[in-house]
């Protein structure tokens, strides 16, 4: 019985999460939590290495879910550097911040985010909420 040898073209690729948080254990949990459920995890931990990622990564992620409070650039400034670029316009955003405020919030889906999520967050709906954006976006 022959094997069949898989080439990168025949593989599937996992779908690409960015993840721009600059609490460490805040990344170490969201890297575990992601690649269990079959996502590959890019992570910044500040504005200035998001704007990097925007800029130079090959192609676009899946999803950013994106902290408010960051260092360089916070992520209000991110969701807009985000939608402005070509070919990150269409990716979607989740934020995962503390920030509780009804203003936060309202700045943040007018600014072009696709989610809110106030830490601490529960792990299940979180990833019911990935999974629903990230539906949505996929090309038909």
Do not use: C
């Not at 960015?18 to 949990?29: A, G, P, R």
């Not at 999520?117 to 954006?133: C, M, N, S």
């Amino acid at each position: 019985m022959g094997t069949e040898e898989q080439t990168l073209e025949t593989l599937p690729l996992e779908p690409t999460v960015v993840v721009v948080e600059d609490d460490q254990i805040m990344v170490t949990l969201l890297e575990h939590m992601l690649s269990r459920s079959g996502f590959s995890v890019q992570t910044a931990l500040n504005g200035r290495q998001a704007v990097d990622f925007i800029e130079n990564l090959p192609s676009p992620p899946a999803l950013v879910l994106l902290d408010v409070m960051l260092p360089y650039f916070d992520g209000f400034e991110l969701i807009t550097k985000i939608r402005a670029h070509a070919t990150w316009k269409r990716v979607p955003i989740i934020m995962l911040t503390s920030k509780s405020q009804e203003h936060d919030i309202v700045r943040a889906l007018d600014n072009g985010a696709n989610d809110y999520i106030v830490k601490p967050f529960r792990p299940r709906e979180l990833l019911a909420r990935i999974r629903l954006v990230t539906r949505v976006s996929l090309p038909s």
